[in-house]
């Protein structure tokens, strides 16, 4: 079992930036891939972005690219996701999760989950 817990989240302005950050405990934090996904309101959960174990590769949703970063520190136990230039669609609960695969993009593949943190950008 790994026990995921987000913060970081919370009101802020268009164009404001966040920082979220996930802290892992349970098994050993390394041994699995990880992703951010958020769901809007009345909106499916999506994909934001992915990290392998070592944090060498990542990959970001088109939305997303050039405004979040995605990083994780394994001595820390902790993933984080650096949200730039926010826009009022990017309101969501934002969630952290682990995978046993690889390199996973799809909410299946993701087994461990937190319970999230809400990101509000207001116009």
């Known amino acids: 079992q790994v026990q995921l817990v987000e913060s970081g989240g919370g009101l802020v302005q268009a164009g404001g930036s966040l920082r979220l950050s996930c802290a892992a405990s349970?098994?050993?934090?390394?041994?699995?891939?990880m992703g951010w996904f958020r769901q809007g309101p009345g909106k499916e959960r999506e994909f934001v972005a992915r990290?392998?174990?070592?944090?060498?590769?990542?990959s970001y949703a088109d939305s997303m690219k050039g405004r979040f970063t995605i990083s994780r520190d394994n001595a820390k136990n902790t993933l984080y996701l650096q949200m730039n230039s926010l826009k009022p669609e990017d309101t969501a609960v934002y969630y952290c999760?682990?995978?046993?695969?690889?390199?996973?993009?799809?909410?299946?593949?993701?087994?461990?989950w937190g319970q999230g943190t809400q990101v509000t950008v207001s116009s």
């Open positions: 999760a682990a995978t046993d695969s690889t390199w996973a993009r799809s909410v299946l593949e993701y087994v461990y």
């Open positions: 349970g098994r050993t934090f390394s041994n699995y891939a």
């Open positions: 990290i392998t174990r070592s944090g060498f590769s990542t």
